[in-house]
């Protein structure tokens, strides 16, 4: 249990730290990412303030769940959809200051790293013999993350592609860290 821990944890600290080099100092953070001007941003967001009664969620644009119980009414939206713009929007009627207080969203991925990794090595403790094959099965489980979330975004969501390959890029170097502090733990910590 011992091994466990430690290489959760040294994985964890290794997936936090990679994802400040991912996102800070090299481009994959920024990847897909567009910005609007200024008076742009403030024109949507008042859209959306007066837009949006049912307050926090994910409002996907256009969007009839009403259409889909009729097939003439699903045909018509269908056709109209096809020359409209489309939209997946997080919408939180309430700011947040990311630019000078992002300590509670720090703290909430430094804990998910952890977990995440805790996990990570907790199933190559009992799964794969040998310091390569745990590496291996780490990254791997980074892979399977992807493909069962981000996938899913790109092709439900219409999630950028290239926003989509960075994630599988930061996933696949940060577990590939965060396995080789692992397996190393679960050789030299094991009893």
């Not at 100092?25 to 303030?49: I, N, S, W």
């Not at 045909?75 to 009627?93: D, E, H, I, S």
């Not at 981000?150 to 999630?159: A, D, E, K, L, P």
């Amino acid at each position: 249990m011992k091994a466990i821990m430690i290489g959760g944890l040294l994985g964890g600290l290794m997936m936090f730290f990679w994802g400040f080099v991912a996102h800070m100092l090299l481009p994959l953070g920024d990847v897909g990412l567009l910005q609007a001007t200024a008076p742009q941003q403030e024109a949507v967001l008042a859209t959306m303030h007066d837009n949006f009664p049912q307050g926090a969620g994910i409002y996907l644009l256009p969007m009839d769940k009403a259409a889909w119980e009729d097939k003439a009414q699903a045909k018509a939206f269908g056709a109209r959809a096809l020359a409209l713009p489309y939209a997946f929007v997080v919408y939180q009627p309430q700011g947040l200051d990311m630019m000078n207080d992002m300590s509670g969203n720090l703290i909430k991925e430094a804990l998910t790293n952890l977990l995440s990794a805790l996990l990570a090595a907790y199933l190559v403790s009992f799964a794969a013999v040998g310091f390569g094959r745990r590496v291996l099965l780490v990254t791997l489980l980074g892979v399977f993350g992807w493909l069962t979330n981000m996938v899913g975004m790109w092709n439900w969501y219409r999630f950028p592609g290239d926003f989509v390959l960075a994630g599988l890029v930061e996933g696949v170097v940060g577990w590939l860290l965060a396995g080789l502090l692992i397996a190393w733990s679960l050789r030299r910590f094991a009893r």
